[in-house]
């Protein structure tokens, strides 16, 4: 549990002070696709993936056609990733 809250810690503090939306994460801690996707182009970039720790680490393996940018399928094995853990 504590964990976690070091987690959204650093999450809320690598928000932009005009975000006032609400960042969801999964029971592992992760982002969800949507919020991490700050563009909203439909990707998650690399510059994206690191303001959360457990992407970044998995960022490569996830990017699976190596574009440098994860898709929502391909994020989705960084989720199940953590889960496998």
Known sequence: MKALSGFLLVCTAAMPA?????VSVDAY???SFV???SDH??????VEARSVAGVEQ???SADANHDGLLDRSEYTQV???REAR
């Open 41 to 46: 182009n439909g990707y998650v970039s690399r």
């Open 18 to 22: 005009y975000a006032d939306a609400v």
């Open 58 to 60: 998995e960022f490569e």
């Open 79 to 81: 989720q199940q990733a």
């Open 29 to 31: 801690g992760l982002v």
């Open 35 to 37: 919020h991490l996707d």
